[in-house]
């Protein structure tokens, strides 16, 4: 998978999540219907936070790549999507790599993007290293 293709996809289905939970609290009259995530609603506000976590690292993160080194399923759903924890070896620009374990939600069921030795663009937030997201294309 090429890198921007891979940064692309990480894109897509953060949209493709707020899609489906919106539809999904649509289908559910815009009620806190229980799903195997839990209470849509709390998915939904999970889902809008993270968005604006992911969008205030792409304006304000530093530059950097991350490998993978495990991916593993955590069991949880949030709106019907499966959430992993990856952990990756970061590597910010100029510096010394680092090992993190990322939290992500994956739109739908399909992780195999997420392998061992796959790499992407990260964004890296400057007051917590620790703090990462996949960066969008350029």
């Given at each position: 998978?090429?890198l921007?293709?891979?940064m692309k996809?990480?894109?897509?289905?953060a949209r493709?999540?707020?899609e489906?939970a919106a539809?999904q609290?649509?289908?559910?009259?815009?009620?806190g219907?229980?799903?195997?995530g839990?209470d849509?609603?709390a998915?939904?506000?999970a889902?809008n936070?993270?968005?604006?976590?992911?969008?205030?690292?792409w304006?304000?993160?530093?530059?950097?790549t991350?490998?993978i080194?495990?991916?593993?399923?955590?069991?949880?759903r949030?709106?019907?999507?499966?959430?992993l924890d990856l952990?990756?070896?970061?590597t910010v620009a100029?510096?010394?790599p680092y090992?993190?374990?990322h939290?992500?939600?994956?739109?739908?069921t399909?992780?195999?993007g997420?392998?061992?030795?796959?790499e992407?663009?990260?964004?890296i937030?400057?007051?917590?290293?620790?703090?990462?997201t996949?960066?969008?294309?350029?």
């Amino acid at each position: 998978m090429g890198l921007f293709k891979g940064m692309k996809d990480s894109m897509d289905q953060a949209r493709q999540m707020q899609e489906q939970a919106a539809a999904q609290m649509a289908a559910a009259g815009g009620m806190g219907a229980m799903g195997a995530g839990g209470d849509m609603a709390a998915d939904a506000a999970a889902i809008n936070a993270s968005g604006a976590e992911m969008r205030r690292l792409w304006a304000e993160g530093l530059d950097g790549t991350g490998v993978i080194k495990d991916a593993r399923d955590t069991g949880e759903r949030l709106a019907g999507n499966v959430v992993l924890d990856l952990d990756l070896v970061v590597t910010v620009a100029g510096g010394e790599p680092y090992q993190v374990t990322h939290r992500m939600t994956i739109a739908g069921t399909d992780t195999s993007g997420y392998q061992p030795g796959s790499e992407y663009a990260l964004k890296i937030d400057p007051e917590n290293r620790d703090n990462v997201t996949f960066a969008p294309a350029a």
